[in-house]
């Protein structure tokens, strides 16, 4: 257990649809991070919080935002759903600002099945 | 734009034997290495790492090896177990970079 928890596990929707992910961070951890990852592919980095603030942004759609609120849990927000929005999103924290500064934390993930 | 890259999608290994996963990678400002590993219906979890000063790093079972001029690392499990079977990211950042770069997955199966 990593002390990431993200909500829901699963999530079936249909196209245009909008669903929203949530995370919440490890216990003192001040950085939230969002990854997306689609069949057979890496993790591809969306964005990163920290502290509340948005840090740096990835290969996010613009259908695609998120925040972090003050009690740094953070959440994804899809909208206008397409079928090749369908992929595993995690989540993961950090302490520190920069990744590699001290290691990331993923949650489980949540599945997005658009049909 | 993948910039980091695991070409062996698989590798397959018997226990007690050596697994060798390979990751290239094309960005020359990448100053710090990584390996992740995850288990199904599981986030990854980070395993080992290396920063570019270094051309090595051990940690028990788990040696990753860094080759700056040809932009290649490698991790080597020595001995394999039934444990390490899991899917192994390789990852890759610039100091002062807010985000990490990853391959996109080698597959590990150790054969009892």
């Known amino acids: 257990d990593s002390g990431v928890t993200q909500t829901p596990k699963h999530l079936i929707t249909a196209t245009g649809q909008r669903v929203t992910l949530r995370c919440s961070p490890r216990?003192?951890?001040?950085?939230v991070y969002w990854y997306q990852q689609s069949l057979d592919q890496g993790l591809q980095f969306l964005i990163q919080y920290y502290n509340g603030e948005e840090r740096a942004k990835g290969n996010i759609l613009e259908r695609f935002s998120a925040q972090q609120f003050p009690d740094l849990h953070s959440e994804l927000n899809l909208s206008s759903l397409e079928l090749g929005d369908s992929a595993l999103y995690f989540c993961?924290?950090?302490?520190?600002?920069?990744?590699?500064?001290?290691?990331?934390?993923f949650g489980e993930g949540s599945r997005l099945t658009v049909l | 734009d993948q910039q980091v890259k695991q070409n062996s999608p698989s590798l397959s290994v018997q226990e007690g034997r050596i697994s060798i996963l390979n990751c290239d990678y094309t960005n020359s400002m990448f100053d710090y290495f990584l390996w992740y590993k995850k288990y199904p219906a599981e986030g990854p979890t980070f395993l080992i790492s290396i920063s570019s000063i270094k051309d090595k790093n051990e940690d028990g079972r788990f040696t990753v090896f860094l080759n700056k001029s040809a932009k290649h690392l490698s991790l080597h499990i020595v001995p394999s177990q039934p444990g390490d079977s899991a899917v192994y990211f390789c990852?890759?950042?610039?100091?002062?970079?807010?985000?990490?770069?990853f391959g996109a997955g080698t597959t590990v199966t150790v054969r009892a």
């Open positions: 216990s003192g951890d001040l950085s």
């Open positions: 993961a924290s950090s302490v520190g600002g920069l990744p590699h500064t001290g290691e990331l934390f």
């Open positions: 990852a890759a950042s610039r100091s002062n970079d807010y985000k990490l770069s």
